[in-house]
């Protein structure tokens, strides 16, 4: 089985920092644990109305991580110019509402397709890996990979926030999703609402490649603090994948 790559999402550590509207906590010094405590890549969104990561924050990422950033993005005029000038290792084009506290579910590649296609291009021309953060659903797979999206990002939240029986049965779409995915030859990312609990049967599904976790390690870096935090989910994940 392939290995499975943990990406760190720091956005949570800007969001305690601008309560205060000051520089710390600063979510670059948590980049850099995370780096050193095994992450094999950084996330962040840098959202629209700037409620957490910033411009500057991008941009001193780009900047001093040895391990590839994934810059979530709304498909804006706005989000292509920033991340053509920071040329991150990955994009992750995401839905985007104001007035949404989290992304509440996958982009529809379907529905906004002639919209979406000039942002992966040219994202994709500048040699920046673009992923497309869906719902694990099979008219959605084949709409990124018509796309010319390399990667998905299967939206695991229905699943995290699910128990008994219906999260039984929403596993079991990722891993067909997952499935179906990768033998179109897509890369298959997942991630959200992702917590101890529930990683490991995500975890074990053989053709996901990466996981993207981010509210739950933060939080639980209050406790245990951040290296320990996610070199459990790093050995939660690996258990998962033996
Ligand atoms: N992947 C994507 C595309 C996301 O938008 C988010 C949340 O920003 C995550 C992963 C991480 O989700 P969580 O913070 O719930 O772990």
């Known amino acids: 089985m392939k290995s499975l790559r943990l990406g760190v999402n720091i956005d949570h550590v800007a969001t305690v920092r601008n309560a205060r509207g000051g520089a710390t906590p600063d979510p670059i010094r948590a980049a850099l644990i995370a780096q050193a405590a095994g992450a094999d890549g950084i996330t ?3 959202r629209e109305d700037r409620r957490h990561i910033s411009d500057e924050d991008i941009a001193r990422l780009s900047r001093d991580l040895e ?3 994934n810059l979530e993005m709304a ?7 920033i991340a053509l000038k920071a040329r991150p290792h990955a994009a992750c084009i995401v839905p985007e509402k104001r007035e949404e506290r989290t992304t509440e579910g996958g ?9 979406l296609k000039p942002i992966v291009s040219a994202l994709g021309g500048a ?9 694990p659903d099979r008219k959605q797979l084949d709409a990124s990979r018509e796309l010319g999206a390399p990667v998905v990002e299967l939206h695991t939240g229905a699943y995290a926030n699910a128990s008994g029986a219906a999260q039984d049965a929403l596993l079991k779409h990722i891993r067909n999703a997952a ?3 990768a033998d179109l030859g897509l890369e298959i990312h997942a991630g959200h609402g992702l917590t101890y609990e529930n990683v490991k049967p995500v975890a074990a599904i053989p053709h996901i490649r990466e996981l993207n976790i981010g509210h739950f390690l933060i939080g639980e870096a209050i406790f245990i603090g951040l290296t320990d935090s996610i070199q459990k989910m790093r050995r939660l994940m690996d258990d998962a994948r033996t």
């Open 127 to 135: 040699g920046i890996r673009v992923s497309m953060f869906i719902e």
């Open 44 to 46: 962040a969104h840098l």
């Open 179 to 181: 499935e179906f995915g």
């Open 67 to 69: 391990i590839p950033l």
């Open 107 to 115: 982009i529809d590649v379907v529905g906004h397709f002639a919209r």
């Open 75 to 81: 498909a804006t005029e706005e989000m292509l110019a």
